[in-house]
């Protein structure tokens, strides 16, 4: 059963349905589902832990073996700092885990077409899950957006259809599409959210239980942190887990709402004035999971970091020199870590997001390296 952040109104998971009719968006129930005597017998991908999604029981798993990604140690300023590497994902992005599972519950209600709005990570994995699965895709972008962001996606078989204006234009006319064709939207949907419970899983796995006590990631729309803290919260709840590490989002200062309404003790994303940033991937100025976003932060007794522009194109150097290629996007939790005092960045993890493979010309012009 699905309900409504806002008004707490509940909806059968059988609908095909993205938001409440008020307008709120949607939530699953905090549960205890945990199929920790199952998933010995599985493959090392996200679906190891299926049961734990609350996919209505005859979903497929629409998979490309996503997940299971490597946890890398390097000593930066003379402290310890673990990497989890969640680039290394079949499309090039931790989306993966999200659009693997959304992908499937569409599948599931029967679905054969379906639009989302994404000029980058997310509209590539969906249209790549949406190819596994034979569903037709519409991926909606801002006319401005470089046809090189795009290609990916339309490779993989999604029409994508160019809007002219802004970005909020783009927003409009999605929706408008959404009055006939299932929204399978990686900000609104519950399940995308779903789908990054994973991280927390595996970590638990990979690291037998021996939890970091921060653990830090790129906030943007906050989907994989609310992700992530569904994720201990269930093993908190199947008493596997004591102490859930403190989940730190850092966002650019160029467009930072959810950094502010944290400050100010806002319960939802605060009216910002947004610049452009190296982190395109989390320039989200409305994200529409805020409340649930900043909820998650607290109750892990976490916080929120903003980094200025010079901090991150730094930290994505530093990426660099330790063998890391990511998108710019990603350093900005290396960004937060390296700003926190000494003592708090002892056992913390960093997750790294995008892959710079496919960024490689911005990379080298942020980095002035003629190409
Ligand atoms: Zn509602």
Redesign the pocket.
């Known amino acids: 059963m699905y309900s409504?952040y806002?008004?707490?109104?509940t909806y059968s998971l059988l609908e095909p349905r993205w938001r409440?009719?008020?307008?709120?968006f949607l939530t699953l129930p905090e549960e205890a589902t945990f199929p920790q005597e199952a998933f010995f017998n599985r493959g090392y991908s996200i679906w190891r832990y299926r049961e734990s999604y609350l996919l209505p029981s005859h979903a497929p798993s629409i998979s490309l073996g996503e997940g299971w990604t490597p946890i890398v140690t390097a000593k930066i300023a003379s402290v310890e700092v673990r990497f989890k590497l969640d680039y290394l994902m079949p499309s090039g992005s931790f989306k993966d885990r999200g659009s693997s599972v959304l992908v499937s519950l569409c599948k599931a209600l029967g679905i054969e077409e379906l639009v989302e709005d994404s000029s980058g990570n997310a509209g590539a994995s969906m249209a790549a899950y949406c190819a596994v699965a034979g569903i037709k895709c519409r991926i909606f972008a801002p006319a401005y957006t470089p046809e090189g962001k795009l290609i990916q996606t339309r490779l993989y078989g999604a029409e994508v259809v160019k809007i002219p204006g802004s970005r909020q234009d783009t927003n409009d006319a999605v929706l408008k599409a959404a009055a006939t064709t299932y929204y399978a939207s990686h900000l609104w949907n519950p399940y995308f959210v779903q789908g990054h419970m994973s991280a927390a899983f595996e970590l638990w796995e990979q690291l037998r239980g021996e939890l970091p006590r921060s653990l830090l990631v790129p906030l943007g729309s906050g989907g994989y942190l609310e992700g992530i803290y569904r994720g201990f919260r269930t093993l908190q709840l199947a008493g596997l887990v004591r102490t859930p590490p403190r989940l730190i989002g850092v966002q650019a200062q160029n467009c930072r709402p959810l950094y502010e309404a944290f400050l100010l003790g806002l319960d939802t994303g605060a009216p910002i004035e947004t610049q452009p940033t190296l982190a395109e991937g989390i320039a989200v100025s409305r994200p529409p999971r805020a409340s649930a976003v900043l909820e998650a932060v607290r109750r892990s007794g976490g916080t929120i970091l903003s980094v200025s522009e010079d901090s991150i194109q730094a930290a994505h150097a530093l990426l660099l020199r330790y063998g890391f290629y990511t998108e710019p996007t990603s350093a900005v939790a290396l960004a937060g870590w390296l700003q926190m005092p000494e003592e708090e960045r002892e056992n913390s993890m960093i997750l790294l997001t995008g892959h710079g493979l496919k960024e490689s010309e911005k990379i080298a012009q942020i980095h002035g390296v003629r190409v």
């Not at 806002?6 to 109104?9: A, L, Q």
């Not at 409440?20 to 709120?24: A, E, L, M, R, V």
């Open positions: 409504c806002s008004c707490g109104k409440c009719d008020c307008g709120g």
